[in-house]
């Protein structure tokens, strides 16, 4: 399957491209720079050029799967924020459905539902996060979205947990998430949401 990943320079998004990389699979990495797109070209991974803020529909081309994992990040305004994390990620979510992409699967964020009790600075993201995710969940697509909590950089330890029901907040590793990730693409688990932690449970036993 061609696995188109939304955000493949990023750092849950790089872990993701080399463990496709390593599958039966062929990701296809959406970068936005020339230099990004170099790198993976010279790792054997075919690259294809998008911004969120423009024309994307060029990079859905025969595109099996869809893993969304971009984001403005914590350094830009609220403004980015919804051009970036809602209005991209909403229209990826259309561009997938007209070109008959399969499975969407959407890296969202624990608690993004309870938007309005959140800090102000948080405010905008959650919301965004949100509505992104409750478009996916209308669009008709396949899905699965995926909510991890804090975001650490401590090595993988491919051994976490999922859950149905919104839990405490807690921490997962991004190499761990990314392993998550892979998985889904293998299990495609159709219209769920999942809250991810770390835990005990191996990623290969999760479905
Ligand atoms: N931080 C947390 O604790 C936390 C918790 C739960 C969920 N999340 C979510 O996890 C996801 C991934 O996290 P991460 O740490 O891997 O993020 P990251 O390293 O900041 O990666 C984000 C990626 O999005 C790309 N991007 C930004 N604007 C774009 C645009 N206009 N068009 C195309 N691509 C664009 C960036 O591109 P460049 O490489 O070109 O900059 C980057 O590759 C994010 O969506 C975040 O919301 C975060």
Known sequence: M???VIGANGQIGRIVVDKL???EHTPVAMVRKEDQAAAFKDEGVEAVFGDLEQDISRAFDNIDTVV???GSG???GADKTILIDQEGAMESIDLARENGVKHF???SGLGVE???QAGEKMRPYMHAKYRADEHLKQSGLSYTILRPGLLTNDPATDKVELF???????EVTRADVASVLAEIVNQKPADRVYYLLGGQTPVGELF
Do not use: W, Y
Not at 164 to 170: A, I, L, R
């Open 2 to 4: 061609r696995i188109l």
């Open 21 to 23: 990389k390593d599958s």
């Open 68 to 70: 969304f994992t971009a």
């Open 74 to 76: 914590p350094h830009t």
């Open 105 to 107: 699967v959407m890296v």
């Open 114 to 116: 309870n938007a309005r």
């Open 164 to 170: 149905v029901n919104q839990p405490e907040p807690g």
